[in-house]
């Protein structure tokens, strides 16, 4: 079991501060971490494939039960449930993958990942969550989206963060199975309130309207961020799609968050 993320003075961990940091990040780590292997960012273990020792990578937790539609973790099995949330009030969108629960590491990892620009850590969730992917696009081809929406971020945010990690997410996922992403499409026009703490009415006001649509969507679209926390985001941002052409949106996170 993991116990704790090791410091990692030892892995290469800059702060990524711009898109160009990025790709030489990208070229750097290769050259590193020769066809996948490297350290487990877990723990330290020599033996790794893309960033977790496969003890590491069995122990984070799957989000094997789930709402059929927003993929909120349930205490049970069954492929056909919806969450009561979903009963109650059935979201815009068709459906959600997220294959880990918002707990530890996965948090710990993506945090690091988002607000510390410490790629490595999200760079085997990514690798998995694509191979996920591609493995489900195979088995039902017809649910293969036109395109990969990044969540968008405000301007004045990603200037402070330095990277948005959903085009970040978005652009591997693109690579893999061939499916063309933009950042373009969608923009956040206006900041929000964090949503912690507001209940779920005050969560949807606090960003309706916040979405612009630039121009007509393709008819299958795939938003694509890092975690589904109350799902309010994502219902918003389909709201706008749907509402600007889409036929379907479906949204692909690295993780669902318990509620
Ligand atoms: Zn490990
Ligand atoms: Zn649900």
């Known amino acids: 079991m993991i116990k704790g993320l090791r410091s990692l003075s030892t892995l290469l ?5 711009s898109k160009e ?15 996948g292997g490297g350290q487990c960012v877990a723990c330290l273990s020599p033996d790794a494939h893309f960033g ?25 099995a069954g492929d056909q449930t919806l969450c ?36 490595v850590f999200a760079r085997p969730l990514i690798h998995d969550f694509t191979d996920h992917l591609v493995s489900i696009l195979d088995a039902s081809p ?3 989206p036109d395109l990969l929406v990044a969540s968008p971020m ?11 990690q959903a085009a970040d997410i978005a652009e591997q996922i693109s690579k893999r199975s061939g499916i063309p992403w933009t950042t373009d499409l969608v923009t956040r026009n206006r900041r929000t309130r964090p949503q912690r703490g507001l209940n ?17 969507p393709p008819s299958s679209i795939a938003i694509v961020d890092d975690v589904v926390t109350t799902g309010a985001t994502a219902r918003s941002l389909t709201e706008a799609l749907l509402a600007a052409g889409a036929a379907d949106v479906q949204v692909w996170a690295l993780a669902r968050t318990p509620g």
């Open 13 to 17: 961990t800059p702060k990524v501060n």
């Open 21 to 35: 940091w990025i790709h030489g990040s990208v070229r750097d780590l290769r050259g590193l971490l020769p066809s």
């Open 52 to 76: 977790l020792c496969a003890p590491c990578r069995q122990d984070l937790p799957a989000n094997r039960w789930h709402c059929r539609c927003c993929a909120l973790p349930l205490a049970f």
């Open 84 to 119: 009561g949330q979903c009963l109650q009030d059935l979201p815009p969108f068709s459906r959600v993958i997220a294959p880990w629960r918002y707990r530890f590491p996965v948090d710990s990892m993506i945090q690091r990942y988002k607000y510390n620009g410490q790629r």
């Open 142 to 144: 017809e649910h293969r």
């Open 154 to 164: 405000h301007p004045a945010r990603r200037r402070k963060r330095g990277f948005n």
């Open 200 to 216: 779920r009415e005050e969560r949807q006001a606090n960003l309706r309207g916040i979405y612009r649509v630039a121009s007509t």
